[in-house]
């Protein structure tokens, strides 16, 4: 089994940063959908990351050999391409049927799942101070997004399939997540991820039609290639900080996304009333997030 490297915090600073990017990234994608169709936005997505990526690691002579894949096993490649790529089309789907906020709330289960794979799989342990953090963090989330989850209760027929793509891809992803760890045993993380988003780019090719990119407006094609430089960013943040933190402490780091989400959601619509639906808090929705927070740090700071 895969060990980190010991250097937590910067594990934790590459967890952070990829809480920002995950964080706007739902508002971005939900711009970007407004002018073009899912599959064509993934695609590209995967496709700008894997040909960035591949420039940088030439230029450092440092694009993966073929002898280096030959101790790698082939089915785990597989299982993180297609369930990455699964996730991605899913949680776009998704979004694009309900909301930021909701979206992000319910992708949640994805970096919770993963921590407990880490548990199961690595054998990694939460001490009893983590486990009241796990109780601190659900309360939380459950008094955070309360409004949230009443309007999944009472949707409608299209907003509550669009919820089950979303729980899905965050199952998608929590596998993903842990073939890409194990895998961390015989490549490193910019080389699983070149890999990755190769494959993932060459399955989205054949439904996407490249023609209406250059259809969108300004705003949607900066979207879009924000949308695409996060991909690569903050998949890069993330794989790196599973080499050195433990999966379930960056799991944990990951459960404040939402909270990005919800303020820059706030933000958006304070300076651009017409271009997101306005994010309205109570009381209790502060206070939820202020347990949300203490939760996350409690489990990612807890000393085994």
Request: charge should be positive; proline fraction near 3%; aromatic fraction near 14%.
């Amino acid at each position: 089994m895969h060990e980190t490297s010991g250097r937590w915090r910067y594990g934790l600073a590459l967890s952070l940063l990829t809480v920002l990017l995950w964080g706007v990234l739902p508002i971005s994608l939900s711009i970007t959908l407004q002018g073009l169709d899912v599959f064509t936005l993934t695609w590209f997505r995967f496709l700008v990351s894997f040909c960035l990526l591949a420039i940088y690691l030439k230029s450092r002579g440092n694009l993966p050999t073929f002898s280096q894949f030959s101790s790698t096993s082939p089915k785990l490649v597989f299982i993180a391409t297609i369930f990455l790529a699964i996730n991605y089309i899913l949680f776009v789907k998704g979004l694009d049927i309900t909301t930021p906020a909701n979206a992000e709330v319910l992708i949640q289960l994805a970096p919770l799942l993963m921590g407990f794979g880490g548990l199961f799989f690595f054998k990694e342990r939460y001490t009893l101070f983590q486990w009241i953090g796990i109780s601190i963090l659900t309360i939380g989330f459950v008094l955070f997004f309360n409004e949230q989850f009443s309007n999944l209760i009472t949707a409608q027929t299209t907003y509550v399939y669009g919820s089950g793509l979303i729980v899905l891809a965050a199952i998608a992803w929590s596998i993903y997540a842990l073939a890409q760890k194990q895998l961390l045993q015989s490549l490193s993380s910019p080389h699983i991820m070149l890999v990755i988003y190769g494959g993932c780019a060459v399955i989205f090719a054949f439904f996407a039609n490249p023609i209406k990119i250059f259809t969108l407006s300004f705003l949607q094609g900066g979207m879009l290639i924000f949308c695409a430089l996060n991909t690569l960013i903050a998949y890069g943040a993330f794989a790196e900080a599973l080499e050195h933190w433990q999966a379930s402490r960056v799991s944990a780091v990951l459960a404040l996304a939402p909270l990005v989400t919800l303020l820059s959601s706030w933000l958006v619509s304070k300076l651009s009333p017409n271009l997101i639906a306005t994010e309205h808090f109570t009381m209790l929705g502060i206070f939820g997030a202020i347990l949300v927070v203490c939760g996350s740090t409690a489990i990612a700071l807890g000393k085994n």
